[in-house]
């Protein structure tokens, strides 16, 4: 076989054993019963900050050694740019400048991981700064009324 050349067994292979290892999910019926997927990590480095409560993270998973990024939320509060703020922000990425010099790039600390629909929601601190209050108390985001945990109950 010359360098340019491959044999078609050699892409065929990774093929055949992922569909052995799909034949579980054919038993898979009851979703409600499936648990939602939280990633059991402590500690991220951010990476990106979109908005005032979504930030990308990046970190190892418990199940290998790979580094994963990934979005998460900051729990219980939303955006000062939504129509239900009362202090309404001149610049709709004023959170975000203020964040980014705060904690991108840095090391943080994730508490209360929850997922809700599919979205990761968090606490974050950075050493002791708890970043979620940290934007309310600076008035770059308001309080959430956190309805649907008892819509879900």
Same mark, same amino acid.
């Given at each position: &076989?010359?360098?340019?050349?491959?044999?078609? +067994?050699?892409?065929?292979?990774?093929?055949?054993?992922?569909? $052995? $290892? &799909?034949?579980?999910?054919?038993?898979?019926? +009851?979703?409600?019963?499936?648990? %939602?997927?939280?990633?059991?990590?402590?500690?991220?480095?951010?990476?990106?900050?979109? $908005?005032?409560?979504?930030? %990308? =993270?990046?970190?190892?998973?418990?199940?290998?050694?790979?580094?994963?990024?990934?979005? =998460?939320?900051?729990?219980?509060?939303?955006?000062?740019?939504?129509?239900?703020?009362? =202090?309404?922000?001149?610049?709709?990425?004023?959170?975000?400048?203020?964040?980014?010099?705060?904690?991108? +790039?840095?090391?943080?600390?994730?508490?209360?991981? %929850?997922?809700? *629909?599919?979205?990761?929601?968090? $606490?974050?601190?950075?050493?002791?700064?708890?970043? +979620?209050?940290?934007?309310?108390?600076?008035?770059?985001?308001?309080?959430? %009324?956190? *309805?649907?945990?008892?819509?879900?109950?």
């Amino acid at each position: &076989m010359t360098e340019n050349t491959f044999d078609i +067994n050699d892409t065929l292979l990774p093929t055949i054993r992922d569909l $052995d $290892d &799909m034949s579980y999910l054919e038993n898979i019926n +009851n979703y409600d019963m499936i648990p %939602e997927f939280i990633p059991q990590i402590k500690y991220a480095k951010v990476t990106n900050i979109y $908005d005032e409560y979504v930030i %990308e =993270v990046a970190a190892k998973l418990q199940f290998n050694d790979s580094i994963y990024k990934f979005l =998460v939320r900051l729990k219980e509060i939303e955006s000062c740019t939504s129509f239900r703020c009362q =202090v309404r922000s001149h610049n709709d990425r004023k959170a975000q400048k203020q964040l980014t010099p705060l904690i991108c +790039n840095k090391i943080v600390e994730l508490k209360n991981i %929850e997922n809700y *629909r599919g979205k990761l929601y968090v $606490d974050i601190y950075y050493n002791t700064i708890h970043i +979620n209050q940290w934007l309310v108390d600076n008035k770059l985001a308001i309080p959430y %009324e956190r *309805r649907w945990q008892l819509e879900d109950k």
